[in-house]
């Protein structure tokens, strides 16, 4: 069974940062690329930032290029987004998703989400 299990997620400052981290497990994780989607309050889900397989290729909304970073760790079947100078707009549920090719397109699965609030 294919879990995605994120964890991370809380309340910080603008301006602040965080790591969210998703761990994965019931597939092989180094084998298929992996995104953030995430929701705001009352907004609908919006693609993030996805990796491919090895780590070796990256990509980022425009929102969010410049201040997060996404990451992976294949042996510790580890999904990872570093999140600086973080807005208010940026608050949302973040989601792990798993693709189900080795690059970024398309989510087979996803995980429960982590709550990110950014407020003064």
């Known amino acids: 069974e294919v879990q995605l299990v994120e964890s991370g997620g809380g309340l910080v400052q603008p301006g602040g940062s965080l790591r969210l981290s998703c761990a994965a497990s019931?597939?092989?994780?180094?084998?298929?690329?992996m995104s953030w989607v995430r929701q705001a309050p009352g907004k609908g889900l919006v693609w993030v930032s996805g990796?491919?397989?090895?780590?070796?290729?990256?990509s980022y909304a425009d929102s969010v290029k410049g201040r997060f970073t996404i990451s992976r760790d294949n042996a510790k079947n580890t999904l990872y987004l570093i999140m600086n100078s973080l807005e208010p707009e940026d608050t949302a549920v973040y989601y792990c998703?798993?693709?189900?090719?080795?690059?970024?397109?398309?989510?087979?699965?996803w995980g429960q989400g982590t709550q990110v609030t950014v407020s003064s």
């Open positions: 998703t798993k693709s189900p090719y080795w690059q970024v397109h398309g989510h087979d699965y």
């Open positions: 019931g597939f092989t994780f180094g084998n298929y690329a």
């Open positions: 990796i491919e397989d090895t780590g070796s290729s990256t």
